[in-house]
């Protein structure tokens, strides 16, 4: 079987990509990614001389680069990892996201018809729901779609075309909608890798207005897990929401990480709130549950302490990243 995975070089592309290389030996993975910011070639070190693993630089939304890879290649199944995924990034600059999320997804979808891959998944997220109470109950696959920002409208946008494309083609397609990751190689603009690499670095945390944005956190092994079981046995034409039950604000994420790393309190410091920032995102993993028998492997505590502690062993990976940009939380 060949897969082709966009965004494979990405925090959740590569966490795929390792995890079909090492656990489904069958597997052929194309990876194509154009290489961003956010796409680094060190989250594969050693599976970039697998031959059953092979790197193409492209961009989605390129039609032509499109039609000529899945013309000359037998692809079985796509996964579309590949997106702009920035939420303050998108505020500021909303083309980009457009650009791969939206206009990428469609030539993905129209190609894949075209050369007969059976299977595609879309990757999306919670926030193509909006927001939730602090009080109010969890989002469901029926939960009315209500995006915030111009990041998840555009990623809401790509989940309609992909379910358009199932009703009117009968495209085999799939959509994931999955709550917060965290683990290692995410990059360090992010909340988690940001305050640990921060704290090594003696930096303050900056934390977005009073801190009790509420998010649903899963550690990236068992999104990909999740993604892997929906591509082979999800029902065609359906959206599966994939999460924790792991509900945190973005304070308690603060505080267990400042006790870990054994830092004061005055490291975290308020700073002025995200424009659109979302109250809380809350996920009911009920459906994939029960069809599919997934459940996450790892615990909150153990999860969190073995990303904490791979950054720590890792500073030959993030350092580089936060010298040539400049991140935020």
Known sequence: ???????????????????????????????????????????????????????????????????????????????????ESHVDRSIHNPEPFIATNV?????????????????FLQM???EVYGSLDLDQG????????????????AKASADLLTLAHHRTYGQGVVITRCS???????YPEKLIPLFVTNGIEGKPWPLYGDGRNVRDWIFV?????????????GEAGSVYNI???NEHSNREVAETLLRWMELPAGQIVAVDDRLGHDRRYAIDPGRIERELQWSPRHGWDEALRQTVEWYRAHPQWWQPLKAATAPTA
């Open 180 to 186: 917060n990751n965290f683990g290692p190689f995410q």
């Open 103 to 119: 206009l990428g997804t469609e030539v993905l979808l129209h190609y894949s018809r075209r050369y007969g891959v059976e299977r």
């Open 1 to 83: 079987m060949r897969v082709l995975i966009t965004g494979g070089l990405g925090f959740i592309g590569s966490a795929l990509v390792r995890r079909l290389l090492d656990g489904e030996r069958e597997i052929e993975v194309i990876n194509v990614d154009c290489q961003t910011y956010a796409g680094n070639p060190a989250n594969l070190v050693g599976y970039d001389r697998n031959p059953r693993y092979q790197w193409v630089r492209a961009q989605i939304q390129d039609s032509a680069a499109m039609a000529a890879l899945l013309s000359r290649q037998q692809v079985d199944a796509i996964i579309n990892c590949a997106a």
């Open 243 to 245: 999460g924790a039950r």
């Open 138 to 153: 969890v989002f469901t696959e029926q939960t009315p779609l209500n995006p915030s920002s111009p990041y998840s409208a």
């Open 221 to 233: 092994e068992d999104h990909v897990e999740a993604v892997w079981e929906v591509l082979r046995r």
């Open 124 to 126: 999306s997220t919670d």
